[in-house]
């Protein structure tokens, strides 16, 4: 008996060591929150070919007028709101605007990853002045101790960073209209993302900026989502796919039907819904779209259980279809006649191994995102998820 509990013994402790031998040979993958790989990350500039990288990137412009009197190119997917500023409500680094005595122009741009979760900013201001070299990068960043890194820069634009704050600043000066053009981005430190996705993003900017001014571009579209994911920073691409993972989980296993999923972003913001409608749910929304293909409108009882899609006679609408989505555009006027609500919808049915669902955006996109869903909806529609097979 105490043989046989003293060769249990050795073969125990024979099998702990190989288990520890082997443990110790194999590589320990360690998952780390964005805190820690932001933190982690030791970039100390872009190099050129990284640099042209993104200036390569396909990038959709439109030119749009500013005050009656601008015009300035900006993306295609993006929208701008205007307000006049005096000097003492905006800082440029350590630029000083107390000598400009005349309020200027504040161009803030927004697109869907602006609006809601704030990933970043933009904003254009345009500030008169008859001296070309009244201002410059080199007077932006002058003795400001709040620069820690420089990882870009050029004659007229400069991307740096302040702690985890991440800003791209260009300064243009159109000698026509005799004013400047200043652009600055801002990725805030509230943003947990690694600092390399921020930086790459930070350049894309730079591209924004530095297309301020072009007249004569070439219109060029995206084709497919794959299109897009090839010619957005990784952040995005990353950001999407993050809900876009949970949406796949609800498709495949969760969603009973009458049921509805619609997934939290990071900042608490909800952009698309996944629906599994009942029979009667599934014809009532084509109903809907069979009015709106009539322009012939009739209310539902608003007190019923809430509809996919729900009309309002209140409303004008214009119907698309496009790559088996609908695009709903709703709009309603003022008693002066003017537009005061418009809001664009996307629908788009996916069928799942014999059962129905109907991807759905939020209200609040605008109808310069539509583009956007259409192609991602359209591609998780065919393969159930947003991965493409050629990695961005």
Known sequence: MMNLRSNFFKNLLLFGLLSALFLTSCKRVV?????????????????????QQMM????????????????????????????????????????????????????????????????????VYIVPGNDPKQFSIADLKASDEKIDAVYYEDENSIVYSDGDTFFT???????????????????????????????????LLVKHAKSLMTANYQSVKFTSWNDYVQHMPVLEINWINGMFSKI???????????????????????????FRPSPDELLSFYKGVDQLKANKISETDYYSRPEILRLDSQFSYQLREETGCYVVIASSKNDDGRISIKETTVFCPVDY?????????????????????????????????LNTTVNP
């Not at 430190?189 to 690694?194: E, L």
């Not at 109907?358 to 393969?383: E, G, N, R």
């Open 169 to 203: 600043y260009s300064i243009q000066y159109d000698s026509l209209k005799k004013c400047f053009l200043f652009y600055k981005g801002e990725i805030s430190w509230t943003q947990k993302y690694p600092k390399k996705q921020k930086l790459e993003l930070s350049l």
């Open 248 to 274: 796949e989980k609800e498709l495949k296993f969760f969603l009973e039907p009458n049921e509805q999923s619609s997934p939290r972003t990071p900042g608490n913001y909800t952009f698309v819904k996944l």
């Open 353 to 385: 191994k014999g059962k129905t669902f109907i991807l759905k955006t939020d209200k609040d996109l605008s109808p310069s995102d539509a583009d956007f869903f259409v192609k991602m909806f359209s591609y998780f529609s065919k393969h159930y998820t």
């Open 56 to 123: 390569n990137l396909k990038l959709p412009l439109k030119t749009v007028l500013i005050d009656q009197r601008y015009s300035i190119t900006i993306p295609e997917n993006s929208d701008f709101e205007v307000s006049k500023m005096s000097s003492k409500e905006i800082i440029l680094g350590n630029i000083d605007l107390t000598k400009i005595d005349s309020s200027f122009l504040n161009v803030s741009l927004n697109n869907f990853f602006t609006r809601s979760e704030g990933l970043y900013s933009e904003d």
């Open 31 to 51: 998952k780390t929150d964005p805190d820690e790989v932001s933190s982690a990350d030791d970039i100390e500039e872009v190099s050129k070919a990284e640099y």
